[in-house]
C-alpha cells in the first residue's frame, strides 16, 4: 500500500493484521446473507431474486480476505476476480473457493495491482474498502470499471439487545482503546432505515460530490438476532484488528474483562446483525465523464 503519512502507516499495519489468525477470523466471523447478493446483482444487471447470475457479468472484489464475500458471491456463477494482499488469508480463501472455477485469485495489494487493460461490471469490497488508501481509491475503482458498471460497498454491523450489557461492554472498551463498538453498537442505534447517501456515513460522505459516479444508493439490511455464547462472541472479538495490536498480556486482560462482564449476564449476547450497503455506477460513456 502507498499511504502517505504516519497515521495511514498504522491504518496500513492494521489492515494487514488479519492474516496472523487467518483460520480463526475465518471461522468467527459472519458471513453475507443472500439478501445482499440479490442487491447487488439486480442493480448491476445481472440476476433476478435469488437466481443464478444472467448475462455476462464480471466482477473484482478487493480486500477479499479468506472469502466470506466471494464464497457468496461465486456461488451464485458470478465470475470474480478476487485481489487479497496477504498471502495467508489468500490461502484459505483459495481453499473455500476450490470447487468454483469461475472464481481467480490474485495476491496483491489493492493500490499495487494492476488490471491490466481489464475493465469490470461490478466492483465491490466486503469490510475492506476502509483500509485502501483514501488518496487513490475512487479514482482506482473508476479507471477499472466499464461505462455504467456498477460499485458495491458494504459492511456487517453488530448490535447488542440489552442496553445495560452493552455500556457495560462499552466501558470495557473505552478503557482499553480497542475501538471494537464501532461494529458492534446497541442494536436500537441501527434501527433507522438507511435510504439516501447522507445517511451512510463515510461512503455517502466520499462519493456524494463526485459527479463521476451517478444512481448513488445506500440499504440497510436486517438480518435477524441470534444468541452468541460467551466463547463464540469472544473468538471475533479476538480477530479485530484493534484487538490484535494489543500486546499479548493486554489483550489477554481485556478479553477477559469481556468475559467476566458476560458471565454476570448469563453468560451470552444477544446480538442483531445488519449489513450496510453502498451502491454507485460509472456515469456511461457519453454522460459527462
Not at 448475462?55 to 477479499?64: D, I, N, Q
Amino acid at each position: 500500500m502507498t499511504f502517505r503519512d504516519g497515521e495511514n502507516r498504522v491504518a496500513q499495519e492494521r489492515a494487514l493484521v488479519f492474516g496472523t489468525t487467518a483460520e480463526a477470523y475465518d471461522a468467527a466471523r459472519p458471513t453475507y446473507p443472500q439478501a445482499l447478493v440479490d442487491t447487488v446483482l439486480a442493480y448491476a444487471g445481472g440476476a433476478s431474486a435469488g437466481g443464478a447470475v444472467t448475462g455476462s457479468l464480471r466482477a473484482v472484489e478487493f480486500g477479499a480476505g479468506t472469502g466470506k464475500a466471494t464464497a457468496v458471491f461465486g456461488g451464485r456463477g458470478l465470475p470474480v476476480l478476487a485481489v487479497e494482499p496477504d498471502p495467508r488469508m489468500a490461502e484459505v480463501l483459495r481453499r473455500k473457493v476450490a470447487a468454483l472455477p469461475h472464481v481467480e485469485i490474485e495476491v496483491s495489494c489493492f493500490e499495487q495491482w494492476q488490471p491490466g487493460g481489464r475493465r469490470f461490471d461490478l466492483a465491490y469490497a466486503a469490510q475492506a474498502w476502509h483500509w485502501l488508501d483514501p488518496e487513490t481509491r475512487r479514482d482506482r475503482v473508476f479507471d477499472m470499471l466499464a461505462p455504467g458498471g456498477a460499485l458495491a460497498l458494504f459492511w456487517n454491523l453488530l448490535g447488542i439487545v440489552d442496553p445495560v450489557v452493552h455500556r457495560e461492554l462499552a466501558a470495557v472498551d473505552t478503557a482499553y482503546g480497542a475501538g471494537i463498538l464501532r461494529v458492534t453498537g446497541l442494536a436500537s442505534d441501527f434501527d433507522g432505515e438507511i435510504e439516501s447517501t447522507e445517511e451512510n456515513g463515510w461512503a455517502g460522505w466520499e462519493f456524494g460530490a463526485d459527479e463521476r459516479f451517478t444512481d448513488q444508493r445506500s440499504v440497510r439490511l436486517r438480518n435477524g438476532v441470534a444468541r452468541r455464547g460467551a466463547d463464540s462472541w469472544l473468538a471475533a472479538v479476538a480477530t479485530y484488528s484493534g484487538v490484535q495490536i494489543m500486546e499479548p498480556e493486554r489483550r489477554a486482560e481485556f478479553l477477559a474483562e469481556l468475559r467476566s462482564c458476560l458471565d454476570a449476564h448469563g453468560g451470552f449476547l444477544d446480538i442483531a446483525w445488519f449489513t450496510d450497503l453502498f451502491v454507485a455506477r460509472r456515469v456511461p460513456a457519453g454522460a459527462g465523464a
